[in-house]
């Protein structure tokens, strides 16, 4: 499948968010039995729908993230961000605000009065702010360690109040967001096979019942794998149905059918019969 220019640029800021994510979730395992964590929440305050990045519920404060992973040079001028050198970007400071200022009002129409600090923190370690403020609310990745350090939760347990807030939020969420722009694709359209957890590479090689990546030596049981690709064809083709043929298909016809219908048959609720067998 073939992306263009702005399609590639689309994806390419998605991967680096998530990846940013992820090594927020790194930075602070240390502390996830001391409080919750919630992210990707896609809220809704009356008509106004809008984003939380990060939120960080500990027993003694309330922490609202917005977690950039921007990678290179960037200018702050006259209240606006930059990438150098010259393409104007969202002021993440104000994208913070107006999380801040809606996750307020929808909490307290839902009888929830608890304060949030607010922070924009950028976390990859190759970014570089020219005239950066001293802004109370910024932290850069110089700072990050000591930051979580600072707040890192003491040994206080999270009480019923920390869960009821997270209940709130976690059943506010919209689990289906309509994801604007997205390339037109269809299943003939799309490479075939299991890509490397590791690396992403599609040099996978089956060696009993484990994939093998030839590029990094990642080694990944063949039941997960195929259950990993079966969602992702569940999630990507909605309409279609879940047949150990068409999963077989979708992994690049590594294993055989049968071995396909085996991991089907555990993880999905059977559905027909005999040829007209698929899964739920």
Avoid at 24 to 32: A, G, H, M, N
Wanted: with cysteine.
């Amino acid at each position: 499948m073939t992306l263009s220019p702005r399609e590639k640029k689309d994806l390419t800021n998605w991967q680096k968010g998530y990846e940013g994510e992820l090594h927020f979730d790194e930075l602070t395992r240390p502390f996830e039995s001391t409080f919750l964590l919630l992210q990707d929440l896609l809220l809704k305050n009356h008509s106004t729908t809008f984003q939380v990045d990060t939120l960080l519920i500990t027993p003694n404060k309330n922490y609202l993230f917005e977690i950039k992973n921007y990678e290179g040079d960037y200018v702050h001028d006259d209240d606006k961000f930059y990438h150098l050198p010259q393409s104007e970007i969202l002021n993440p400071l104000h994208q913070l605000q107006r999380a801040n200022a809606l996750l307020g009002q929808l909490l307290t129409r839902h009888g929830i009065t608890t304060p949030f600090e607010s922070y924009l923190i950028f976390i990859h370690p190759h970014f570089t702010l020219y005239q950066a403020p001293q802004h109370p609310s910024i932290i850069y990745p110089t700072q990050l360690s000591s930051f979580l350090r600072k707040i890192s939760p003491a040994s206080n347990p999270l009480k019923g109040h920390h869960r009821k807030l997270a209940d709130t939020l976690t059943t506010l969420h919209d689990p289906n967001p309509v994801l604007p722009d997205l390339p037109a694709y269809s299943f003939d359209s799309l490479q075939k096979g299991i890509y490397c957890l590791q690396c992403s590479s599609c040099s996978i090689a089956l060696k009993g019942r484990s994939m093998y990546c030839e590029k990094c030596g990642h080694i990944e049981e063949f039941s997960a794998a195929v259950l990993r690709n079966a969602l992702e064809f569940k999630q990507l083709f909605p309409s279609n149905r879940i047949t150990s043929t068409s999963i077989y298909e979708w992994c690049g016809e590594i294993g055989t059918p049968r071995r396909i219908r085996t991991v089907l048959e555990k993880h999905f609720a059977i559905k027909g019969r005999k040829r007209g067998t698929y899964y739920v």
